[in-house]
């Protein structure tokens, strides 16, 4: 073979994998944040079990109530991953299997209210809440930057405040990019991501996606299919219209009745274990979008360290772990574009 033939070929070799880097999905998992440091034995089940090539690492901040302006972050009394330090050490040890990283700080309210109705009642408290955002979210983007993250997530669920601070927002998110230089994005909750104001200014439209999809106590995969068909032109044309892809920053159902029906519920009223519904729904999810160009992948709710303690045939939460759905996941997620 001569110099010439042998130049075609590396540089093909050179745009072949530049292209399949481009396509490749993120496969990934939310990893939730623990009291203590994790090892191989807490991250690699993540590639031998459901083969994800991405990890949501997730900071926690805490706020009182729903007009308290003050976010309580990065404190001793916090469990070690809800942490800048833990948030870093599971990164590391994240990437020793060849895992990337989207570092996602959420906001816990008491009793689980939702964020997106934070509200204040003052001029005072929004500046406060704003003061009190900027040090909590830009603290994070300081720690994706150093760890070099693929991503990071601006926020989650945040409805009512982006709508009463759009200004702060906008100033936001360009302090973030003086801080972090990879990919942005925000976790839109399913039903407010078309009022999100800021698209044109990140790297991905970032859906939390618990669309409903199914009123059957066992939804089959054909009309799971079928509920689909309602959201997914709609997510397509913000796609279109940003010139950005989709990434759904949460997504997962429960294994349990009526589980495509309202599958962002977590309370105790919904109790019965239903595998089936869980498989079915999350194969005609996989279906809809994983072969799509303009769809980025997403990460599955939720994936805890001690893969050995979780999950199983009589868990009725949403974690895959231990269950079925496993498989399902593992399957998608090792397809390649």
């Not at 974690?319 to 399902?328: A, F, G, H, I």
């Amino acid at each position: 073979m001569n110099r010439t033939k042998l130049l075609i070929y590396f540089v093909y070799a050179i745009l072949l994998s530049s292209c399949s880097g481009q396509n490749e999905k993120v496969n990934g998992a939310s990893f939730v944040a623990y009291g203590i440091p994790v090892d191989e034995t807490h991250t690699k089940p993540l590639v031998t079990k459901i083969n994800a090539n991405y990890a949501a690492v997730m900071p926690f901040g805490f706020i009182r109530t729903l007009d308290n302006p003050e976010i309580i972050h990065n404190t001793e009394r916090q469990w070690f991953g809800e942490t800048r330090a833990g948030a870093k050490q599971y990164s590391e040890e994240l990437r020793k299997q060849n895992i990337k990283i989207m570092v996602k700080p959420q906001i816990w309210i008491h009793r689980g209210e939702f964020t997106g109705f934070l509200n204040m009642k003052t001029e005072a408290d929004w500046k406060k809440l704003e003061a009190s955002y900027s040090s909590f979210i830009l603290e994070y983007a300081d720690l994706a930057n150093e760890i070099n993250a693929e991503i990071f997530c601006i926020g989650t669920e945040l409805e009512n405040f982006i709508t009463k601070r759009p200004k702060y927002w906008s100033n936001l998110i360009d302090d973030i990019k003086k801080v972090y230089k990879g990919k942005l994005t925000y976790a839109a909750n399913w039903d407010e991501y078309k009022r999100t104001p800021f698209w044109s200014d990140l790297d991905f439209i970032g859906i939390d996606a618990y669309f409903p999809v199914s009123d059957e106590q066992t939804p089959t995969f054909e009309k799971s299919m079928e509920g689909w068909q309602k959201h997914k032109p709609v997510i397509k044309s913000y796609s279109d219209k940003y010139q950005k892809p989709v990434l759904f920053t949460e997504y997962g159902y429960r294994s349990v009745d009526y589980s495509g029906k309202e599958p962002w519920k977590y309370d105790r009223s919904m109790t019965e274990v239903n595998l089936d519904a869980q498989v079915n729904t999350s194969k005609a999810l996989y279906e809809t979008f994983w072969h799509e160009e303009w769809f980025a992948g997403g990460f599955i709710w939720k994936w805890f360290i001690e893969y050995d303690k979780v999950g199983g045939k009589d868990n009725n939460q949403f974690t895959p772990q231990n269950k079925p759905v496993e498989q399902v996941i593992k399957t998608y997620y090792s397809k390649r574009e």
